[in-house]
T-cell receptor, first 114, second 115 residues
């Protein structure tokens, strides 16, 4: 069965620290990969997405993610976090099996301390 | 891009009452909308697929008589939690799919607390 896992439930960083959030999925076929962010009281917003091509994708607000097919991973990174990055981050995977559904990880709460 | 509006954002209700949550697609017509539920420290789990003009498709384990879905128009889907119980307290989110090649668009979610 398809699944998505995020290893970190809560990450606390100081401003300017580097960030890496892990995301792994369980499926050997073709996938589309997404990272969403939810700021307090706001909608889920798309940070970045990967469909094909360069496995290193760049998103908004300085975020990037690298798709490593051999590791079934799509980790999110940012070299220097800001207080405004405090939010909940969700990895999502669209498994191209025919069902029109996104599978989500459990989410990682990021707290950035000024 | 599409904007999805979900209302209300928070609701507290008494056990045994019903609560209706609305999901509107503001920018384009949506023949399909999805309803998700998220319990604390868990993934967003798909509850059901709302289909305009036909019955909703429920995921395994989701009670269709308890979670009534109506997709009356191409821009509005509603989820009614009937005879709510404290265990129904959760975060409910609707989304409009962007298709296989694009991302989905989400409402802001509804925090339901049943007391």
């Amino acid at each position: 069965a398809q699944s998505v896992s995020q290893h970190n439930h809560h990450v606390i960083l100081s401003e300017a620290a580097s960030l890496e959030l892990g995301c792994n999925y369980s499926y050997g076929g073709t996938v589309n990969l997404f990272w969403y962010v939810q700021y307090p009281g706001q909608h889920l917003q798309l940070l970045l997405k990967y469909f094909s091509g360069d496995p290193l994708v760049k998103g908004i607000k300085g975020f990037e993610a690298e798709f490593i097919k051999s590791k079934f991973s799509f980790n999110l990174r940012k070299p220097s976090v800001q207080w405004s990055d405090t939010a909940e981050y969700f990895c999502a995977v669209y498994f191209q099996t025919g069902a029109n559904n996104l599978f989500f990880g459990t989410g990682t709460r990021l707290t950035v301390i000024p | 891009g599409a904007v999805v509006s979900q209302h209300p954002s928070r609701v507290i209700c008494k056990s045994g009452t019903s609560v209706k949550i609305e999901c509107r697609s503001l920018d384009f017509q949506a023949t399909t909308m999805f309803w998700y539920r998220q319990f604390p420290k868990q993934s967003l789990m798909l509850m059901a697929t709302s289909n305009e003009g036909s019955k909703a498709t429920y995921e395994q384990g989701v009670e269709k008589d308890k979670f009534l879905i109506n997709h009356a128009s191409l821009t509005l889907s509603t989820l009614t939690v009937t005879s709510a119980h404290p265990e129904d307290s959760s975060f409910y989110i609707c989304s409009v799919p962007g298709g296989r090649r694009t991302e989905a668009f989400f409402g802001q979610g509804t925090r339901l607390t049943v007391v």
